[in-house]
């Protein structure tokens, strides 16, 4: 069964660096998503990704973040300068259309210091 | 602002036996809802998708109803094996999913 894969499954940096969470959707789903999951917390949505441009993002998505869909295959979520309480779980979703079910990755797991 | 709450919080129950899992959420102008399962260290793996103008799903021991008016929904699992335990989540929206906190399941062989 196609699945999506997400790269690294685990990353450390430090306080003030950039890092980028790399991932592959399912390859015929038109919509992409990132989410996250602070240890004990719920899973919280960040953005959405649609037809190469955001659909929508939430108030934790703010200038720090981006998003990118370099070559067609791969969906990428840069944080820019990375602070502790961005430390959290993140995940890639994909879907093939905008009401079907997401499917998701098994996690970056992000730790900054 | 839609709040999603699942109870309880953690379940341990003898393998055979069925039980429900609950979700509640306080905007009953939903699209979709979608059960999922999350093993430890994992990602989320969907297990049923309800949409809005739909009453139940299922799949296999897996059963999942909605009630828009009440803003409830259950998942049921017949007959559950050990393979079963594992936080369930529930979530509403289309794209942009609002989750519930989980239920930690365990199934005691």
């Known amino acids: 069964e196609p699945e999506v894969t997400q790269t690294p499954s685990h990353q450390v940096t430090q306080m003030g660096q950039e890092v980028i969470l790399r991932c592959v959707p399912i390859s015929n789903h038109l919509y992409f998503y990132w989410y996250r999951q602070i240890l004990g917390q719920k899973v919280e949505f960040l953005v959405s990704?649609?037809?190469?441009?955001?659909?929508?993002k939430s108030e934790i998505f703010d200038d720090q973040f981006s998003v990118e869909r370099p070559d067609g295959s791969n969906f990428t979520l840069k944080i820019r300068s990375t602070k502790l309480e961005d430390s959290a779980m993140y995940f890639c979703?994909?879907?093939?259309?905008?009401?079907?079910?997401?499917?998701f990755g098994n996690g970056t797991r992000l730790t900054v210091t | 602002k839609q709040e999603v709450t699942q109870i309880p919080a953690a379940l341990s129950v003898p393998e055979g036996e069925n039980l429900v899992l609950n979700c509640s959420f306080t905007d009953s102008a939903i699209y979709n809802l979608q059960w999922f399962r999350q093993d430890p260290g994992k990602g989320l793996t969907s297990l049923l998708l309800i949409q809005s103008s739909q009453r139940e799903q299922t799949s296999g021991r897996l059963n999942a109803s909605l009630d828009k008016s009440s803003g409830r929904s259950t998942l049921y699992i017949a007959a559950s094996q050990p393979g079963d335990s594992a936080t369930y989540l529930c979530a509403v929206g289309a794209q942009k999913l609002v989750f519930g906190q989980g239920t930690r399941l365990t199934i005691n062989p």
């Open positions: 979703a994909s879907s093939d259309f905008g009401n079907s079910p997401l499917h």
């Open positions: 990704f649609y037809n190469n441009e955001i659909s929508e």
